[in-house]
């Protein structure tokens, strides 16, 4: 069992005057990041926030730093036995972004990050191969922009193409197309 740190401000729940027990065994922690999925407009992502803690969590979802709005039937947030998914169906671009989930639980709150990327696809016929158009290969580098540096910090993020940081940041941000150096 976690017992909290005496000199941890969140071991302590109230000050001098109003004294209140230390929760013991309290925890909270993510059990794997948020994903980060890059797919063509039109078709339907899904992001996943998996956390556990004592008290368990309340979760909520960030895009950019906003809350994110429901919609029916296109945007839809459900509680899960692992804390939470975000659905967006019939992407378009303007989905593009940083999606933050923020689980709390009265005692603590942590956040976790992903980037969901939609990209423009070319026009398919009805025999034709979806998943010829997918296959891109990625890779991990640091995080070079400014958008969401106090998110993201000096961590490292997937990326498919050396173009696609400068890319999200211009779609984030509504510049046009600048290098990040």
């Not at 005057?17 to 993510?30: E, M, R, V």
């Not at 008290?55 to 947030?77: C, F, H, M, S, Y």
Request: overall charge negative; hydrophobic content about 30%.
């Amino acid at each position: 069992m976690e017992v909290p740190d005496p000199n941890d401000p969140l071991g302590e729940l109230a000050g001098q005057d109003d004294p209140i027990p230390t929760l013991k065994g309290y925890f909270l922690n993510f059990l794997e990041p948020v994903n980060n999925i890059t797919i063509v407009q039109g078709q339907t992502a899904i992001l996943h926030c998996k956390v556990a803690g004592n008290p368990p969590p309340t979760v909520r979802w960030l895009k950019n730093d906003a809350p994110v709005v429901q919609e029916p039937r296109r945007v839809i947030i459900r509680k899960t036995e692992y804390g939470s998914r975000l659905r967006i169906q019939d992407l378009d671009t303007t989905d593009t972004g940083y999606y933050q989930c923020v689980a709390t639980n009265g005692v603590k709150t942590i956040t976790a990050t992903g980037v969901l990327f939609v990209r423009l696809g070319p026009t398919h016929s009805p025999n034709h191969n979806f998943q010829d158009d997918y296959h891109e290969d990625g890779f991990c580098q640091p995080y070079r922009g400014i958008a969401c540096a106090r998110f993201i910090g000096n961590r490292t993020i997937y990326v498919d193409s050396l173009q696609m940081q400068g890319e999200i940041e211009n779609r984030i941000t509504g510049r046009s197309p600048t290098s990040l150096r």
